[in-house]
């Protein structure tokens, strides 16, 4: 009766197939093949962000100090403005006879006829 029950076991397939070996193994290089591109695609990905945001960095700090640069060549020329406004205070008076010899007497010590200038040291004004 034993080797009738040894008989009713049927055999099962193998799974190990010649094909179905190749099938899995394409599947897995497949697999690895797209995590590498994955993984360069990220690299370079990761690379370009950033080297975009580095000149980004860059070129923010060159603009503030452009504008620096900018606020005091501002001043510079507001303070150049006032100054030729005030020369050209200064030429239109240096065309007044009267104020030249107002000049001249108070820089070069220069006297009319009849006075006396006296220096006083210490009187510095």
């Known amino acids: 009766m034993r080797e009738k029950r040894e008989l009713n076991v049927a055999m099962l397939q193998q799974t190990n197939e010649p094909g179905q070996e190749v099938k899995a193994e394409m599947r897995q290089r497949k697999k690895r093949g797209l995590i590498r ?3 360069a695609f990220g690299i ?3 690379t ?6 580095s000149t980004l960095v860059s070129q923010s700090i060159a603009i ?11 001043t510079k020329l507001e303070n150049l403005k006032e100054e030729e406004k005030d020369l050209k205070a200064e030429i239109i008076k240096l065309k007044d006879e009267e104020y030249i010899t107002k000049l001249a007497r108070k ?6 006829e009849g006075e006396v200038i006296f220096n006083i040291p210490g009187n510095e004004q």
């Open 64 to 74: 503030n100090k452009k504008l620096e640069e900018k606020k005091q060549l501002e």
């Open 37 to 39: 591109r994955l993984a």
């Open 107 to 112: 820089d070069y010590f220069l006297s009319d």
């Open 48 to 53: 370009c962000i950033a080297i975009m945001a």
């Open 44 to 46: 370079m990905a990761v």
